[in-house]
C-alpha cells in the first residue's frame, strides 16, 4: 500500500545514534589512541570506521547475552586532519582547567574506543581486532581496564550514575539533532581519568564522606537541600540554562585498579549534545561555584587525563570511510581550536544560548562568534 500521508511519505529516519546511552556494563575498555604520521595511517584509520560495526557483530554475535557494544569517538585534530570542513559545531580539544587549587589537563587524543559488555572476554576479544586492525597506523596514548563493582559503585564506595536521564530524556541529552542538521545523530564525549587517595579518604568519617558527594552512602539517597553542602559533588553539578530547566549528561564511568602501581582510580565518561554543559560542570569542580567554591571530591580525586571527541552518527561512521559525507557543504563556523593550551578559566563551548547567562555570571570568555 501506497502511504500517503505527507508527513510520512518520503521522510528520512533521523540518523541512529551510535550506543551512547547504555548502560555502563559489567566491564570496559576506554582506549584513546593517537593517529600516526602519514597517508596510510590515515587510510587505515577510516577503513576501521567503514568497518566498526561488523567488527562489533564479529565479537558480539558469539555471545549476545553479554551485550557487547562499541562507541567510535574523533578528537578535533584528526577530524581536521582527516575530513577539515564541514566539522561538527561543538568538536574543540578539551580545554585545560587550572583554579587556584584544581587542574583539569588537556591531554592529547585521535580516537576513542570505548568498549563495554558484561564480560571482560568480550571487550578483550573486540579491542585485539580493533588494534589488529590498526596495527602501524595507531599509538595507544591510555588504556583503562573498568569494572563495575558492587551495587555499582565507585572506587570510593558511593553509587555513581543514579541520577542519569534514562529512556527519551537520555537521547535527548545526549544526541544531536536540528541545532547541527548535518551532524543530527551524533554526540560529544569528555574523558578524565581521576587517582584517588584512598587513604586519605577512607580516613573519612561515612558521615564526612557523604558531605563531599551529597548523598547517603549505603541507601544512597540525595540529601535535602538545606543540608548538602555548596562544595558537595552533586550540588556542584547540578546545572540548569538560564529558564531554570536541569541540564543533563549521560554518564558512564567505572571504576579501576592497578595494585602494582598503588592506583585506584575512577574513569569519568560523560556523553552529551553539547559539550557546553559538560564544560559547566567542570567548571563549577574546578573553578568554583561561585568561583573558589571547588567540588570537594578533587581534594580526594586528581585528573591525569582530559580529552575531548565528536561521536559520529552510526550511518556517519560508516560513510567517513569513502570521505566526508558533507563535503562540498557550507562550513558552519568553528570555535577556534585551543589544544593543549590553558584557556581562560572554565571557558567552554558554551555554543547554547541558554547557557550565556550564566557564562557571564562565572565571568568566562565566551568564544568568538
Ligand atoms: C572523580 C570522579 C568522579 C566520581 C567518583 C563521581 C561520582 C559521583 C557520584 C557517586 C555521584 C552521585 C550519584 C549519581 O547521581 O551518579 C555523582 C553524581 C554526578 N556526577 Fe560525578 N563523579 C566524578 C566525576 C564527575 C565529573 C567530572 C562530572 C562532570 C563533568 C560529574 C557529573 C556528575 C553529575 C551530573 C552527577 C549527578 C548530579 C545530580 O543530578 O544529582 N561527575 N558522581
Not at 151 to 168: H, K, Q, S, T
Request: hydrophobic residues 45%.
Amino acid at each position: 500500500m501506497i502511504d500517503s500521508c505527507p508527513a510520512r511519505a518520503g521522510a528520512e529516519p533521523p540518523p541512529e545514534a551510535q550506543p551512547v546511552t547504555q548502560d555502563t556494563g559489567l566491564a570496559a575498555h576506554f582506549i584513546v589512541l593517537e593517529l600516526l604520521p602519514g597517508a596510510a595511517a590515515e587510510a587505515a584509520l577510516r577503513a576501521f570506521f567503514g568497518n566498526a560495526a561488523a567488527l562489533r557483530r564479529s565479537v558480539g554475535r558469539r555471545l549476545p547475552n553479554q551485550q557487547l557494544n562499541l562507541v567510535v569517538g574523533i578528537g578535533s585534530l584528526a577530524w581536521d586532519r582527516l575530513f577539515g570542513q564541514p566539522r561538527p559545531a561543538g568538536l574543540h580539544a578539551f580545554r585545560e582547567l587550572r583554579g587556584d587549587r584544581h587542574h583539569a589537563p588537556s591531554t592529547p587524543g585521535d580516537v576513542l574506543l570505548h568498549i563495554r559488555a558484561d564480560s571482560v572476554s568480550m571487550c578483550f576479544e573486540l579491542a585485539r581486532l580493533i588494534t589488529d586492525a590498526l596495527a602501524g597506523a595507531v599509538r595507544l596514548v591510555d588504556e583503562v581496564h573498568g569494572f563495575r563493582y558492587f551495587d555499582g559503585r565507585a572506587m570510593i564506595g558511593f553509587v555513581d550514575g543514579v541520577e542519569n536521564p534514562e529512556g527519551r530524556e537520555a537521547g535527548d541529552a545526549t544526541v544531536v539533532g536540528d541545532e547541527d542538521p548535518g551532524f543530527a545523530g551524533g554526540s560529544y564525549v569528555i574523558v578524565q581519568k581521576y587517582l584517588h587517595d584512598m587513604t586519605a579518604w577512607n580516613a573519612l568519617s561515612t558521615e564526612e564522606q557523604e558531605r563531599v558527594i551529597g548523598r547517603t552512602k549505603a541507601d544512597n539517597v540525595e540529601m535535602a537541600d538545606d543540608v548538602k553542602p555548596a562544595n558537595s559533588h552533586v550540588a556542584l553539578n547540578v546545572v540548569e540554562d538560564d529558564a531554570g530547566n536541569e541540564l543533563a549528561i549521560v554518564r558512564a564511568n567505572l571504576p579501576f585498579a592497578n595494585f602494582s602501581r598503588g592506583e585506584f582510580g575512577t574513569y569519568f565518561i560523560g556523553y552529551a549534545r553539547d559539550p557546553a554543559v559538560t564544560e559547566l560542570m567542570l567548571t563549577n569542580m574546578f573553578i568554583g561555584r561561585p568561583p573558589g567554591n571547588t567540588d570537594r571530591l578533587l581534594d580526594f580525586s586528581t585528573a591525569v587525563t582530559g580529552t575531548l571527541f565528536f561521536v559520529p552518527s552510526q550511518d556517519m561512521l560508516a560513510a567517513l570511510a569513502d570521505g566526508h559525507p558533507l563535503a562540498g557543504q557550507a562550513a558552519a563556523p568553528s570555535p577556534a581550536d585551543t589544544a593543549g593550551a590553558a584557556s581562560s578559566p572554565g571557558a567552554g563551548t558554551l555554543a547554547i544560548g541558554s547557557l550565556k547567562g550564566q557564562a557571564q555570571q562565572l565571568g568566562l570568555q565566551e568564544p568568538p562568534a
